[in-house]
Every structure is written in structure tokens, then in C-alpha cells.
């Protein structure tokens, strides 16, 4: 992509992204160079697909964001609803994207000079590097990755609103689970990432340099569109799209602990797409080191009491082994070290469904590193194309 057009482009990106607050100041900088990954290429086609999913992304997010705060935790105990996005989830959704799109410009650049070496032609006749039918497999990567991310962004963001309560995807019978649990769908979500791989092939199909009659005849011209395969394409790519979706609900509902808060019945978000911890039986959170010097002093007394682990946990609550032991009335206010008055106590969190073994960025990066290789090897298979083409050369097509 010509710098006159990604560099201010991109300085309105980062400009909206701060005046925004969509992004933190390490999100500013990963989405920084990821738009420079992107306009390293020949063609405007990866620059465009980031800005579009963006853009798009960041309009779905605030969509009714009021109400979809209040459906939802934030681990603090807040409001959930989605705060600025981190350089994590920045690249979560697009490092396979800058990757690919890095391989393939580089590719170009190797068959322009060898067309320059063998043709003795102008950079300018040269530039005629078209993308033609059964070409690079790397360039359906690229649209399938910001297709899928987009399909998830949006049945994340839309789904939520949805007037019936999800269905988890990964139970055998579909139970309904509370808003905001990994791998819980609706019709409306379903939908919405439908919508969301729509719009990012919509524009891939605008910025493609297809291959036609006339550039096939020129140096670098490859084999020439036909109508009814740029439908095939278009097909292809946004079903694609919308299985990405699909199967991010699938990993999320198999390998991402949803956390539901029992008070309220809503579902407990990690800031920045982590995992959300749940009370352990010392009264802090599972997971966190606390220094010596901050231990609460019933800390150890508390634990005592406890049989059993997880939520299968109960707590003596007789008066002696407490008020014996800490020396004030249980539920005195003055007494810190004074019990939880909630009901029975039960663990104010609990777990809803999936296993903890990767967190929501970790999800996101799976779901759109498979998805992409998967079109890839798909185009192989389709087009009869190696999957070694992917990889650099200087063999000129």
C-alpha cells in the first residue's frame, strides 16, 4: 500500500483509538504495528481488511453498551461490559493476519523482480501481480482470518442482546446458561457473526486485484475470473467466516471457564480477556500470592474449618470453633476478621461450565490461527495448489 495513504490513514486510527479510550496505550502500540505489518503489502487489500474489522468491531461494541454492562461482572465486582482492548487482544485477533499478510508481500516483491529481471519491464508493468483463479493460498488466509474474527466480534457483542437466554453449545442438551457464558448462542448471535463475515468479504471482494482478460496478458497476469467463481468465492469465505464463530463458541464452552457470580446470577468478566478467578477456601481469590505482612489473621483459622474443596467446600459454622477462636461475636462489624453473613455461605463464585485451560484471548488466537490454515488447506484442496506455495519464492508465476 502507497505511504501516502497508510501513514495518515493510520494516524487517524491510533487518533480515534486514544480519543476513544477503545484501546489502552500498549493496545495503541501493538495496533500501531500491526497497520504497518499490513501496509508493507503491494496491495491496499490487508490494510483495508484491519481498518474494516476495526472499525465494524469497535461500532459493534458500542452498541447499546449501557445495557450490555449490566448484563454481564466485571471481576472487581463492577459492571462488566467491554473496557479498552489490550495489545493481547489487539493480537489475538490479528497476528495470523500480519503474519500472512508479511509472507505474501513478500512473495510479490520476489515475482516482481524476477519479472523485472526477465522482461526487462517498468516497476509500473510489473505491478500487474494479479490474484488469479486457483492463486495464492495465502490471500484466502488473510480474508478468512479477519472474516472469522469479525463473525466472533459481532455474535459476541450482538448476541448478548438477544431477547432469549443462550443455549451452551457444547451440552448434549443445549441447557440454557446465563448472558455472557463461553460457548452460550442464540439465533441473534448466530446471526450477527453471519452479518460480521458479511461485511469483512464484502470488502475483500472490493479491494482484490482479480485477475481479468486484459491484466492475464501482461507480465505477472495470472488466469482470468470467471463471475461464477468470484461467486464461489464470496460463498466460500463468508460460510467460513461464520463457522469461525462457531467453532470460538465450541473452544470457549470446552476450554474456558465461565464463572457465575451466586448472588447476582451474572456471569463474572476478566479484564482484558483473562481468566477469572474464583474464591478459594482461604478467602482470597484462587491463584493469587499474598505476602506475608497482608494475611488476614483469621486467614488460617478460616481454612481450618473448611471440608471439602471447591464448590463442594462447607464451612463449620459452629459458634465455638469461631467466636471461640476469634473471640467476638461473628457477625460483630467491628470484628474484621468477622464471617460472610450470605445465606448458607456458599462461594459467592462459582463455576458455570468449561475447563480452565485457556483464557479468552487465548480462545480468540486458536480459533483464528486454525481457521486460517484451514481455508488455506481448503484452497489447496480445492484448487489443486501445494500448500508449499505458501512459503517464499522468486519463481515468477
Given at each position: 500500500m502507497k505511504a501516502v495513504f497508510a501513514v495518515p490513514a493510520t494516524v487517524l486510527l491510533v487518533l480515534r483509538a486514544y480519543s476513544k479510550k477503545s484501546l489502552t496505550?500498549?493496545?495503541?502500540?501493538?495496533?500501531?504495528?500491526?497497520?504497518?505489518?499490513?501496509?508493507?503489502?503491494?496491495?491496499?487489500?490487508?490494510?483495508?481488511?484491519?481498518?474494516?474489522?476495526?472499525?465494524?468491531?469497535?461500532?459493534?461494541?458500542?452498541?447499546?453498551?449501557?445495557?450490555?454492562?449490566?448484563?454481564?461482572l466485571k471481576a472487581g465486582g463492577s459492571s462488566g461490559g467491554e473496557g479498552p482492548r489490550t495489545h493481547v487482544q489487539v493480537l489475538a485477533n490479528s497476528l495470523t493476519a500480519s503474519i500472512l499478510s508479511l509472507l505474501h508481500a513478500y512473495q510479490l516483491r520476489s515475482r516482481e523482480r524476477a519479472l523485472l529481471a526477465h522482461h526487462h519491464e517498468t516497476s509500473d508493468a510489473a505491478g500487474s501481480l494479479c490474484f488469479s483463479w486457483g492463486g495464492d493460498l495465502l490471500v484466502i488466509g488473510i480474508i478468512a482470518n479477519y472474516a472469522c474474527v469479525a463473525a466472533d466480534t459481532f455474535s459476541s457483542e450482538l448476541g448478548i442482546l438477544a431477547t432469549g437466554q443462550p443455549r451452551l453449545i457444547t451440552?448434549?442438551?443445549?441447557?440454557?446458561?446465563?448472558?455472557?457464558?463461553n460457548g452460550g448462542v442464540t439465533l441473534t448471535g448466530l446471526a450477527a457473526g453471519l452479518l460480521g463475515s458479511v461485511i469483512i468479504v464484502t470488502a475483500a471482494m472490493l479491494f482484490l486485484p482479480f485477475c481479468s482478460d486484459e491484466t492475464a496478458a501482461r507480465p505477472g497476469g495470472g488466469a482470468p475470473w470467471s463471475i461464477e467463481q468470484r461467486r464461489t468465492l464470496i460463498l466460500g469465505l463468508t460460510v467460513w467466516g461464520f463457522l469461525g464463530s462457531v467453532v470460538d463458541s465450541v473452544l470457549g464452552g470446552l476450554f474456558q471457564r465461565s464463572v457465575k457470580d451466586v448472588r447476582s446470577g451474572k456471569i463474572v468478566e476478566g479484564e482484558g480477556g483473562v481468566r477469572v478467578l474464583v474464591s478459594s477456601?482461604?478467602?482470597?481469590?484462587?491463584?493469587?500470592?499474598?505476602?506475608?505482612?497482608?494475611?488476614?489473621?483469621?486467614?488460617?483459622?478460616?481454612?481450618?474449618?473448611?471440608?471439602g474443596e471447591g464448590e463442594a467446600a462447607v464451612e463449620d459454622t459452629s459458634s465455638a470453633a469461631v467466636e471461640g477462636e476469634v473471640g467476638a461475636d461473628r457477625y460483630d462489624p467491628r470484628n474484621k476478621h468477622r464471617r460472610s453473613s450470605f445465606g448458607d455461605e456458599r462461594p459467592s463464585r462459582i463455576v458455570e461450565s468449561g475447563w480452565d485451560l485457556l483464557d479468552n484471548n487465548d480462545v480468540n488466537f486458536l480459533m483464528a490461527f486454525s481457521m486460517s490454515i484451514g481455508a488455506m488447506a481448503v484452497g489447496s484442496w480445492y484448487w489443486q495448489v501445494p500448500l508449499s506455495s505458501v512459503f517464499p519464492t522468486t519463481r515468477a508465476q
Open positions: 496505550p500498549g493496545g495503541i502500540v501493538a495496533a500501531t504495528l500491526t497497520a504497518i505489518a499490513h501496509a508493507v503489502h503491494p496491495w491496499n487489500l490487508p490494510f483495508v481488511l484491519l481498518v474494516v474489522f476495526f472499525l465494524a468491531g469497535t461500532r459493534a461494541t458500542h452498541v447499546k453498551e449501557n445495557v450490555k454492562a449490566s448484563l454481564t451440552s448434549l442438551t443445549l441447557r440454557k446458561v446465563p448472558r455472557g457464558t477456601p482461604g478467602g482470597a481469590a484462587a491463584g493469587v500470592h499474598r505476602p506475608e505482612h497482608e494475611k488476614d489473621m483469621g486467614a488460617d483459622i478460616k481454612s481450618s474449618l473448611l471440608h
